[in-house]
Each structure stands twice: as structure tokens, then as C-alpha cells.
């Protein structure tokens, strides 16, 4: 069955990176666009990139682009998104998701928590 | 991308139905049959329930339907039950080739 497992989510200050990573299985990682989804606390959820499957193909919504940087590792079926200059406003839990197509996510990992305070 | 308009609450007694409202633009759900729908309980991940306006993934139950008129797409309940208490987002495609969602709906069970 698919998993998606996020990690290195944490504490950063603003105009702070981090780099957060996606560890995918149960399907042809390759095969298949990738999403980053956000969700501030108590907030909706916000599409943040997308990545296709050879990693050729990105795109980015406006509020991060220039800032953030999706990337893949197909032998590690690996999903990573490069943060920097990170404001308090990014601050949310980060979910990776594979995706049905270029962009709609069918389905979603457990998601990992980005606080950007100082 | 401005993001989709949904009604913050809906409520109703176990049995009934209800109807989640999505409103968009010619450029996202009014242009296209993209539209899926999202379940999420508290604390837990997302879920597909709807997706291309009206199909259900494999194992979702019949009681989730979706569909679309004009700008505006729409989820209905049926037979409204406990478990079904949790919110709900809306989702399009757009013609920047990008995913918006909606700001989310919270269904309540009375």
C-alpha cells in the first residue's frame, strides 16, 4: 500500500532554511507527479509545488516561489522541498502527497510541522 | 490564486443530508471537471473522497456525492452519520496548471 513519510520538519528562525524530505513505498515512485501541501494551525490547506516524475517539471504557488525548491531522488524514492528565507507566515505542517496526474493529490502522508519563530 | 469559497460550517442530524458549497472562477472550477473533494478528521491527514467532480475512489462510501454547476461544485452527505463529523476542502485544477483548495468546511453532527 502507498506510505508517505515526511521529515525534517523543526524549529528555524525567520530567514532560516530547512529541508524537508518525503520517503515514499508501496508504488513506482518514479512513475508518478509528487505535491508538497501545506496547512497552517487552525487554517485551510494551501498547494505549495509540484514535481513530475522525472523531475523535469515543477511548479510553484506564487507565495513561495523564488524561495522554495522541490526536488526528487528516484533511487531513494525520496520527495524533498529545499526552504529558504522562511517567514512566519510558511510556518505549518508540510504534507507530502502522490499525485493522480500533474496535480491532484490522492494520497497523503502524515505531514511534518515547520515552526518559524524566533 | 485566490482560494475557493466554501461555507465555514454545515450542520445536520444523523440521517439527513447535507451540502457542502464550492465556488471558483472560469479560470479553475468553472473551466474544468477537476474538481475533487478532501476529508480530514482532526489531526490526521487528508483523504480523497471526490474526484473529476463526481467519482468516488475505491472504497469511499456511496453516501459522498459530488457535483457541478457553472463556477460552483458541490459535496452531499446522505444519510448523515457520526464518523462523517470532520472537514471538508474542496480542490481544482487551474489554468496555471497549479491545484487551489478551498478554505474548508466543518461538518457537524448534532
Known amino acids: 500500500q502507498v506510505q508517505l513519510v515526511e521529515s525534517g520538519g523543526g524549529l528555524v528562525k525567520p530567514g532560516g532554511s530547512l529541508r524537508l524530505s518525503c520517503a515514499a513505498s508501496?508504488?513506482?515512485?518514479?512513475?508518478?507527479?509528487m505535491s508538497w501541501i501545506r496547512q497552517a494551525p487552525g487554517k485551510g490547506l494551501e498547494w505549495v509545488s509540484y514535481?513530475?516524475?522525472?523531475?523535469?517539471?515543477?511548479n510553484y504557488a506564487d507565495a513561495v516561489k523564488g524561495r522554495f525548491t522541490v526536488s526528487r531522488d528516484n533511487a531513494r524514492n525520496s520527495l524533498y522541498l529545499q526552504m529558504n528565507s522562511l517567514r512566519a507566515d510558511d510556518m505549518a505542517v508540510y504534507y507530502c502527497?502522490?499525485?493522480?496526474?500533474?496535480?491532484?493529490?490522492?494520497?497523503w502522508g502524515q505531514g511534518t510541522l515547520v515552526t518559524v519563530s524566533s | 490564486q485566490s482560494a475557493l469559497t466554501q461555507p465555514a460550517s454545515v450542520s445536520g442530524s444523523p440521517g439527513q443530508s447535507i451540502t457542502i458549497s464550492c465556488t471558483g472562477t472560469?479560470?479553475?472550477?468553472?473551466?474544468?471537471?477537476?474538481v475533487s473533494w478532501y476529508q480530514q478528521h482532526p489531526g490526521k491527514a487528508p483523504k480523497l473522497i471526490i474526484y473529476?467532480?463526481?467519482s468516488r475512489p475505491s472504497g469511499v462510501s456511496n453516501r459522498f456525492s459530488g457535483s457541478k454547476s457553472g463556477y460552483t461544485a458541490s459535496l452531499t452527505i446522505s444519510g448523515l452519520q457520526a464518523e462523517d463529523e470532520a472537514d471538508y476542502y474542496c480542490?481544482?485544477?487551474?489554468?496555471?496548471?497549479?491545484?487551489?483548495f478551498g478554505g474548508g468546511t466543518k461538518v457537524t453532527v448534532l
Open positions: 508501496g508504488f513506482t515512485f518514479s512513475d508518478y507527479y
Open positions: 502527497a502522490k499525485n493522480y496526474g500533474s496535480t491532484r493529490p490522492d494520497y
Open positions: 473529476d467532480v463526481n
Open positions: 514535481i513530475s516524475g522525472t523531475g523535469s517539471n515543477t
Open positions: 480542490s481544482s485544477y487551474t489554468s496555471s496548471s497549479t491545484r487551489v
Open positions: 472560469s479560470s479553475d472550477v468553472g473551466g474544468y471537471d477537476f
